[in-house]
């Protein structure tokens, strides 16, 4: 009864005759209509929704192996709040159909996020709800507030982050692990091995607490020269460049579906800095299997830089990485033209995943006296938010 023609057939037939992708090439997401193989030696690997892309392998499956060992010894923690359970959020937030969040998301993109901790809670929360998609804890997951005390783990702020998170459906981003600041100095007294064992058992506490909740972890930051080279820290000056795969392997591990960010500063024009941030990602996850998923550029810049994202964003884009993203802007004095800018710049390199506003309003910024956040004191919208809006 079921006849089929040849032309048919040969519809059928037709996108396996298509060329194959070029090692790191695109290969498949959203609206892609090119090849969806890869040439001999590569895999097509799933990085979301809209961009898959050929990394080196032959397996049928991309999810990473890791032969790192658990943690050791029986840490205490501690927390005020409920122990936060579930999945990641959406991003969807409870914003309206006009928020910078809801319209960001429009284009394809993940989030438009900025950032929370118990302390701006109360005061800011209405803002974030209302407004974005997105929360990094500003201060209470970094390895002082959660492990001030070797093997004793505070998640009392942590866990009101990622409450707050879930109970609004937004995503979160986890910051930070290794790091020269905001880690105890006893970190940096420790033998290499001690050391190690001590970050593993971070990395373990904080990723299996929040398994599942956390969309992103920015496992390094801050640890690139200014001219491209890998900066000495407590960390590298005991491990050297090992406290990197230390990191990731062991992260991977941990959430095995968390993405996994190198983050710096700097990184806001295609300059030296930027180039050494690849070389070293391109390094890490030059064996074969990929240790790190995304590359962060926090954004912290002045008015004019704004220009220079889209190019910035490329070249860290063309790094053998899944995603990017903006994870901690700020511009000193808020220029409408350089917000614009910068969203603009996401929205053009279709790695770019989302950006992160390091703060709410004006007077809890870090950059203290310099007002670069897209609220006013009272929470009122500022130029820049509006611009961005219109320009979305
Ligand atoms: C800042 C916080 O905003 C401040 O409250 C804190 O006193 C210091 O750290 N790069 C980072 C962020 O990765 O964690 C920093 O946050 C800003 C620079």
Redesign the pocket.
Known sequence: MKTISISAALLVAAPFALAQSPAWGQCGGEGWTGPTTCVSGYVCTYSNYWYSQCIPGTATSTQPTSTMTTSTGNPTSTSTGTVPTGSVGAGIGQNSQTSINAKFRSHGKLYYGSIIDPGTMSASGNTVKANFGAVTP??SM?FDAIEGTRGSYNFGGSDQVVNFAKQNNLIVRG??FVWDQ?TPSWVGSLSASDMTTVLKNHINAVMSRYKGQIYAYDVV??HINEDGSVKSTLWTRKLGNDVFRIAFETARAADPNAKLYI?D?NLDSNNAKVAGIVRLVNQLNGNGTRLVDGIGS?G?ISGGQGSSAQSALTALAAANVGEVAVT?LDIASAPSNDYVAVAKACLAVSKCVGITV?GVRDQDS?RTGTNPLLFDNSFKPKAAYNATLAAL
Request: net charge negative; no cysteine; aromatic share 20%.
């Open positions: 500003e201060n970094k910051h930070t905001q930051n801050e983050n500063y926090q912290h901690e390091w870090w």
